[in-house]
């Protein structure tokens, strides 16, 4: 929300809310919302500020990715298809992938960039088509080793 090199909004605002809070992570990733938080569904969009800009819309079939964490000490990495790139293949909203993910028996989730971004490899293959058709070029990315 602010530009870059810009320090964060000292007063309140719609941008920066009551109780927000700056912090300097060591670590961090880009993503939201949360989409299962202490075992419940939680539809955190408006909350973390996303809009209909963000491109996430949480009622509309997307590719979607989110990673979720389980008490028997795993994690979930999801994703699925959409944009009918397969037929019939029009995506999931973000609570169908949460109710995926308490299914698998995830207790905390968190849905991550979506549509186009959507990939995952699997010892260096897809395991889906992207909707772009191939994978697209990114800054970021979750990896396990």
């Known amino acids: 929300l602010n530009k870059a090199g810009e320090k964060p909004q000292d007063i309140p605002s719609d941008k920066f809310p009551q109780g927000a809070q700056q912090w300097t992570p060591k670590d961090a990733i880009g993503a939201g919302p949360v989409l ?49 790139k397969t037929p019939d293949t029009p995506g999931l909203t973000l609570k169908n992938v949460a109710d995926l993910l308490l299914d698998l028996g995830c207790t905390e989730a968190l849905n991550l960039d979506g549509g186009g971004s959507s990939c995952m490899l699997i010892n260096g293959k897809e395991t889906i088509i992207p909707s772009d058709g191939k994978q697209r070029s990114i800054t970021s990315m979750v990896a396990l080793y």
């Open 36 to 84: 299962i938080k202490n075992g419940e569904y939680k539809n955190t969009w408006e909350n973390e500020m996303f809009d209909a800009s963000s491109g996430i819309g949480p009622t509309i079939n997307n590719p979607r990715s989110a990673i979720g964490y389980a008490p028997s000490g795993h994690l979930i990495f999801f994703v699925c298809e959409g944009r009918n």
